[in-house]
């Protein structure tokens, strides 16, 4: 049966007004949230035995009283607060690796990447099994080249170690996605999310994958989830 051509026409020009729209929620959103939100700790599932996650695993609240108050300042756009308070915290206890872990954290947004890595480091050496640390390392490398192989090695560690790492398992997916590797993504951006529903990370990287496939109504749903929960 031929084909409709103004049927077709009309189609196309609501998928580029859809695209147009979700991509101005999308913007500022990942603009303020791919940081914010990437200070606290996390895990993964589906096809994968997971253990029960630990409070590091899933982003629970620590319990130091310094690390919270830095987490507030960093939430709160206080970079360079938060930044001198996790150097503070470091001066007096070097072996803190919560507070190494963050302060790499804020150089890779800065795009300091030889700082950050020295930092990820100085934790493997006092914690070399560190899950969070291997992730970050990996995505640190991720970063700078995805097709970068050490950050491969790295995400694989942090999962091998930890199978419910919620930041390995959305690191893992975002490599997947730079590699078109679709299927995998979102069985890494899924497992994530079966843990913390609420973990906006994963949402944000299944709401890309699920924008490049065209997937528009899941990608609105996704972004939506995240905007509630940050």
């Known amino acids: 049966m031929p084909k409709c051509h103004s049927c077709a026409t009309s189609i196309g020009r609501f998928e580029r007004f859809l695209r147009k729209s979700l991509l101005i929620v999308l913007s500022p959103l990942f603009l303020s949230l791919v940081f914010t939100c990437g200070i606290n700790s996390a895990s993964y599932a589906q096809e994968i035995q997971a253990p029960v996650p630990s409070q590091e695993s899933l982003g629970k609240p620590l319990t130091d009283p310094a690390i919270q108050k830095a987490q507030i300042m960093l939430e709160s756009g206080q970079l360079e607060g938060a930044e001198s308070l996790y150097r503070a915290i470091l001066k007096q206890n070097p072996r803190h690796t919560e507070a190494r872990l963050a302060l790499a954290k804020i150089l890779i947004r800065q795009q300091n990447w030889g700082a950050a890595q020295a930092e ?111």
């Open 120 to 230: 990820l480091e100085k934790a493997l050496r006092v914690n070399p099994n560190h899950a969070s640390v291997l992730a970050e390392l990996g995505h640190l490398f991720f970063l700078q080249n995805p097709e970068n192989l050490q950050a491969k090695d790295y995400l694989d560690q942090a999962l091998s170690l930890n199978p419910g790492n919620l930041w390995a398992l959305t690191y893992t997916g975002d490599r997947e996605l730079a590699q078109n590797m679709i299927g995998p993504a979102e069985q890494h951006y899924q497992a994530a999310l079966a843990l913390n529903t609420q973990f906006v990370p994963a949402l944000r990287g299944l709401a890309s994958l699920q924008m490049r496939v065209k997937d528009f109504v899941r990608a609105r749903q996704s972004i939506l989830h995240a905007l509630e929960v940050n």
